[in-house]
């Protein structure tokens, strides 16, 4: 039996007469750009995820560059986050500047809050948590600055000043595209980052600010806005789905290691941590058991970052594996999955 990581197919035609319909909505709205779509998109959004604001943007990249942007971040400051996360949070505060310093992770996989406050200075102005796979990254209490949550992974309300997501297609809310959202109960940093989406202008072609061309498209926002309502179901899913790899990796004795649990856990990835990992995922490749190692490099030990030692994030990248997880995925996906794992220890 043949498991692959996603299922765009699946998960497309279970929305396939809504998106059709949306798209075919912007078609004959001949509006491409912003408007009624994003409008409602943004309204439906803030509802479902518990929060006064959001605004759609080009990508979860954009969410963060334009947050640290409307937050009045660049060169001598300092934005405190974890170097076991995809480039963008990380490299979004650089493009600005702004130093980034690292702090390492717990085992949840996210930011260690307490080497979070640890790695704070003086010149802090953001600490950016990650809520990892979905997990609800514990939060640094008595921060000195605002905080950021990059939840690319979970689409949570803000528990900070501010949260950002991605609706890149194979995100747990994916657009046919790019696309992103900030989240606030901040009205000033809600209508700032307004502004700076479409380059500072206010009115139109007269600049208040720099900005940038940070716009979420109609087409994006109108099927965002079809598949928003299957959003909770599909979390269920993923729930369930995790709930079950935990019952049947329990009947085993198989040497790995689960991912901490949490009733808020959104399951974007079920990750685990396994000895000899790059050994492990040949033989579920060449038994059809696609698997993705989310990431392979912490961002210190990248080119552009100054490199230190975490020993945490380290050790983490080296064990990670991604199993499947998407929401289409069936009982017997899931045993062929732990089954061809346990043949691998055997
Ligand atoms: C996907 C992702 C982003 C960036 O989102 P894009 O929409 O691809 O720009 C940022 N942070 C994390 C943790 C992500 O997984």
């Known amino acids: 039996m043949r498991v692959p990581f996603f299922d765009m197919a699946s998960e497309l035609a279970a929305v396939r007469a809504d998106v059709d319909a949306a798209i075919a909505r912007v078609l004959d709205s001949g509006t491409f750009i912003g408007g009624p779509e994003v409008t409602a998109f943004e309204r439906e959004l803030a509802t479902h995820v518990g929060a006064a604001h959001a605004i759609g943007v080009s990508s979860g990249t954009d969410a963060l560059l334009a947050t640290f942007m409307a937050m009045g971040i660049g060169p001598g400051d300092e934005v405190v986050t974890t170097p076991f996360t995809f480039f963008s949070t990380a490299g979004s505060a650089a493009r600005l ?10 085992d949840t996989l996210c930011l260690d809050p307490v080497a979070a406050l640890a790695a704070c200075s003086d010149r802090t102005k953001a600490i950016v948590t990650v809520n990892m796979f979905g997990y609800p990254a514990a939060l640094p209490i008595g921060a000195p600055c605002p905080l950021v949550e990059d939840s690319a992974h979970s689409l949570s309300s803000p528990r900070g000043l501010v949260a950002t997501y991605s609706f ?15 989240v606030t109960n901040d009205a000033a940093l809600a209508d700032r980052i307004t502004l700076l989406r479409t380059h500072g202008a206010r009115p139109k072609y007269h600049h208040v600010a720099l900005g940038g061309n940070f716009r979420l498209d109609a087409i994006q926002a109108a099927i965002l806005r079809a598949k928003l309502g299957h959003l909770t179901a599909w979390t269920e899913s993923r729930r369930s789905h995790a709930a079950h790899y935990r019952a049947l990796f329990a009947a085993t004795k198989i040497p790995v290691e689960l991912p901490a649990d949490h009733p808020d856990h959104a399951y974007h990835q079920f990750t685990i941590r396994a000895p000899r990992r790059d050994a492990l995922r040949v ?3 060449e038994r059809g058991v696609q698997t993705e190692v989310y990431y392979p490099e912490p961002l210190h030990q990248q080119a552009m970052f100054d490199g230190g030692t975490f020993a945490r994030a380290e050790a983490a990248a080296l064990t990670v594996v991604s199993l499947p997880i998407h929401p289409a995925l069936g009982d017997a996906a899931r045993e062929t999955v732990v089954q061809r794992i346990a043949e691998f220890y055997r």
């Open 168 to 182: 890149f297609p194979t995100k747990n809310l994916g657009a046919l595209g790019d696309a992103g959202a900030v």
């Open 97 to 106: 500047g702004a130093r980034v310093v690292f702090a390492d992770i717990d």
């Open 283 to 285: 033989h579920l490749a």
